[in-house]
């Protein structure tokens, strides 16, 4: 019995699991730290930026449900989000004829011009994060991250457009 809990004193988790997670955690704070850092000097947060990512990605057009879906992170409320990039003429939002519940958002010419002003600083805030790793460490540390993802992806359940009971999940790829 006194064997057991020495090694418990001695290991400071109570599981690999658990110490998996909180290095995984530990790690996600000090990158983030760097990122805040770059999209702060352009007045965005991370999710902000995501979005206008996804929008330019897309040709410029995807539903307000469509952009949350594909957000790297849950944005609890995306309505705010892109009211703060319409604010700033970043993004247009519009009613489709067709369907008025459906609000499609566009990215502006303003928004191209931010992402291409700042894209030299996030290849940097990149390389700063992770360019000490070599190439085949960085895609064995992909792969090990979606496996890991894999069984919690979030589903994201849109029930304005969709049945309440139909899911799509968000996969990060």
Not at 10 to 21: I, N, V
Request: charged share 25%; proline share 4%.
């Amino acid at each position: 019995m006194k064997q057991t809990a020495s090694r418990r004193c001695d290991r400071p988790f109570d599981s690999l699991e658990q110490e998996a997670y909180l290095n995984l955690w530990r790690t996600y704070d000090c990158l983030k730290a760097i990122e805040e850092e770059v999209f702060a000097g352009y007045g965005l947060s991370a999710q902000q930026y995501n979005a206008l990512r996804l929008l330019q990605a897309a040709s410029g057009v995807l539903p307000t449900l469509a952009i949350a879906a594909k957000l790297v992170s849950r944005a609890p409320d995306i309505t705010r989000l892109l009211d703060r990039l319409e604010t700033r003429g970043l993004v247009e939002r519009e009613r489709r004829a067709d369907n008025r519940r459906v609000v499609q958002v566009s990215i502006t010419a303003a928004g191209k011009s931010l992402l291409q002003a700042m894209a030299t600083d996030v290849q940097r805030c990149g390389k700063r994060q992770l360019g000490h790793l070599a190439n085949p460490d960085l895609v064995a540390l992909i792969a090990l991250l979606k496996e890991s993802r894999s069984p919690h992806e979030t589903v994201v359940r849109t029930p304005s457009i969709q049945s309440s009971r139909t899911a799509s999940p968000t996969v990060l790829r």
